[in-house]
Nanobody, 121 residues
């Protein structure tokens, strides 16, 4: 069983910063990618940033230059440093990982429970 546990969501003023953390645990053989998606009320879930195991990093255009994704040396934890936050960044942020677990021949997609980020004065 694989679990993704997120933390770091909060209420912050425009221009402020937050750091989200997601740690994967369980019977993990390997990772293909870890990243962050977000879903604002009434909107579809969208990619924010993704780190692929070969060190390829992708950001959505709306967060480029403001958000930074990184992973720890064990590659089991992914961080999202969010700077210069805007009201339009308000959403539930979900950790996403593509993982192969013991007993499986293929990679599967896992999701965290979500953490609320609210940007408001």
């Amino acid at each position: 069983q694989v679990q993704l546990v997120e933390s770091g969501g909060d209420l912050v003023q425009p221009g402020g910063s937050l750091r989200l953390t997601c740690t994967a645990s369980g019977n993990i053989v390997g990772f293909n990618a870890m990243g962050w998606f977000r879903q604002a009320q009434g909107n579809r879930r969208e990619l924010v940033a993704r780190h692929i195991t070969d060190d390829t990093i992708t950001y959505s255009d709306s967060v480029k230059g403001r958000f930074t994704i990184s992973r720890d040396s064990a590659m089991t934890t992914v961080y999202l440093q969010m700077n210069n936050l805007r009201p339009e960044d308000t959403a539930v942020y979900y950790c996403n990982a593509i993982i192969r677990s013991y007993g499986s021949d293929s990679y599967q997609t896992y999701w965290g429970q979500g953490t609320q980020v609210t940007v408001s004065s």
